[in-house]
């Protein structure tokens, strides 16, 4: 099946009649008629993920899920959690430990860098951050250096990374990569067949897709599904059946949302890049981004992300409190459309100078295009009365 029917048959019951959906099943205990029961149960869950043994584990509900992301990310295992930094922290966390060195790209997501520093450096984890335009490694491995973390598009103002080339550099010196790939969201880009040994998605943002579930998602391919898994076992990660549920159903529509936060996405970058207000707008989907191309070759679409830096002197905060249909939030990935002040620079170590330039990241929503362009546009009019 193609991956759009996929979708939509994700943890479908084909024995006899059933619900469309896999029902919520809560539970802690998981009874056995016997010991000898009880014993193949732990045995079997070694090796198979999806084994009903203990709540700690997940439910059936859960599975269904972590096998959906398994099949749209292309791994060989995928591992649940609560939260999308949680899944970032799992990871990192399983393949670098004290006394190991760790790289980041510094365009990596705000809250991924904040954990490694306040919690990975002070257990004797060694950390050094990388631009974002790496490829080869040599200059920043150590004989400790165990795991890259990297994220592309970059978090805010969206720098493409040659992924496989960077990857090719790592699996060289044997050092597994870990790929933030919430932008793509399984869908849009993949990362363990660009040569990541791990992709991260916050399921939070468009795999669940209606603004009311937190979840985060690791997947991972050969020899790194065993750390991780070891991970996750032994700090008790999952995800409530509850959240498993809203999140397998917002899935279903995952490629036709994606489909018009491409397209609305694209026509409000061309809107913000003919404002005279504006000096610059980033998104890999424009012809002009200087990561377009490679964006284009490893990536099928863009989603409704973009940042705007605006020309100095602009009222920005005035500017947002004004719209109307944009709201003021800090997520991103719903149906809603969203708006926040950022200051990329104060988060980066390879910053020649700070910009002075006023920035906002706008989440393009599943509203009509032209509505908000023109919730933007009164909102410009009144700043030029």
């Not at 009874?31 to 043994?53: I, P």
């Not at 990857?167 to 793509?184: E, F, H, L, Q």
């Not at 605006?310 to 997520?331: C, K, M, T, V």
Request: aromatic share 8%; proline share 6%; hydrophobic share 40%.
């Amino acid at each position: 099946m193609r991956r759009e029917t996929k979708l939509m048959h994700y943890g479908r019951n084909t024995a006899g009649p059933g619900p469309a959906n896999p029902p919520v099943v809560r539970a802690s205990t998981i009874l056995h008629n016997s010991v000898a029961a009880y014993r193949d149960t732990k045995r079997r869950r070694e090796s198979d993920d999806s084994v009903l043994s203990y709540g700690r584990r997940g439910t059936t509900t859960a599975h269904v899920l972590a096998e959906a992301v398994r099949d749209l990310e292309g791994a060989d295992a995928s591992f649940l959690f609560p939260t999308g930094v949680a899944a970032l922290a799992g990871a990192i966390s399983a393949f670098a430990g004290a006394g190991d060195h760790l790289l980041i790209v510094d365009t990596v997501f705000p809250a991924t860098r904040s954990f490694c520093e306040s919690q990975l450096r002070r257990n004797g984890v060694e950390i050094d951050y990388i631009p974002w335009d790496t490829i080869d490694l040599s200059p920043w491995i150590t004989a400790k250096t165990k795991a890259v973390m990297v994220e592309s598009p970059a978090s805010q103002t969206f720098e493409v990374m040659d992924l496989p080339a960077l990857c090719r550099s790592a699996t060289a010196k044997g050092i597994t990569v870990i790929a933030d790939n919430t932008y793509g969201s399984g869908w849009l880009y993949h990362p363990l067949e660009l040569g990541c040994d791990v992709s991260v998605i916050a399921g939070t943002k468009y795999l669940s897709g209606h603004a009311d579930v937190m979840m985060g998602v690791a997947s991972a391919r050969g020899e790194a599904c065993a750390p991780l898994r070891a991970l996750v076992h032994a700090s008790g990660q999952t995800l409530a059946p509850d959240e498993a549920y809203a999140c397998l159903r917002g899935m279903r529509t995952l490629g036709l949302r994606l489909e018009r936060h491409h397209e609305s996405g694209l026509l409000l970058a061309d809107y913000f890049a003919k404002r005279p207000e504006v000096s610059e707008v980033l998104h890999p989907g424009l012809t002009g981004h200087p990561g377009h191309e490679i964006w284009r070759r490893d990536a099928s679409g863009c989603n409704g992300l973009l940042s705007v830096r605006f020309r100095p002197g602009f009222a920005l905060e005035a500017f947002l409190d004004r719209l109307q249909i944009f709201s003021i939030g800090s997520s991103w990935g719903g149906f809603e459309s969203l708006a926040m002040p950022i200051a990329p620079d104060e988060n980066r170590s390879f910053v020649k100078e700070e910009s002075p330039d006023p920035m906002a990241r706008f989440h393009i929503g599943l509203e009509h295009p032209q509505d908000l362009i023109e919730d933007l546009t009164a909102s410009f009019a009144v700043l030029e009365d």
